[in-house]
């Protein structure tokens, strides 16, 4: 069975940085695309940034361009979301999920992590 956990969430002020992790098991992820969504209040949820199986293709929105980062560990099964100068707009609830690289949509969700940042 999949399983999806991030962590790292947290309440920071504008301009301080966090960093979000999302540790996957129940199988071999090698060949997964990953990518991080968020939800603010009364928002549809977004995606933010993505990273392919291989690591070599990335997507930022155009929201957290040049402030935040993905990377993934494939040993660890593990994507990461490095985010700086964070804004007060950036809070929302943030989910990791992932997908077999062939296919469109996403499959597997975490249950989300709670990012406030206070003015």
């Known amino acids: 069975q999949v399983q999806l956990v991030e962590s790292g969430g947290g309440l920071v002020q504008a301009g301080g940085s966090l960093r979000l992790s999302c540790a996957a098991s129940g199988r071999t992820f090698s060949n997964y695309d990953m990518a991080w969504f968020r939800q603010a209040p009364g928002k549809e949820r977004e995606k933010i940034a993505a990273?392919?199986?291989?690591?070599?293709?990335?997507y930022y929105a155009d929201s957290v361009k040049g402030r935040f980062t993905i990377s993934r560990d494939n040993a660890k099964n593990t994507v990461y979301l490095q985010m700086n100068s964070l804004k007060p707009e950036d809070t929302a609830v943030y989910y990791c999920?992932?997908?077999?690289?062939?296919?469109?949509?996403?499959?597997?969700w975490g249950q989300g992590t709670q990012v406030t940042v206070s003015s």
């Open positions: 990273i392919s199986w291989s690591g070599g293709s990335t």
């Open positions: 999920a992932i997908k077999e690289y062939w296919r469109s949509q996403y499959d597997y």
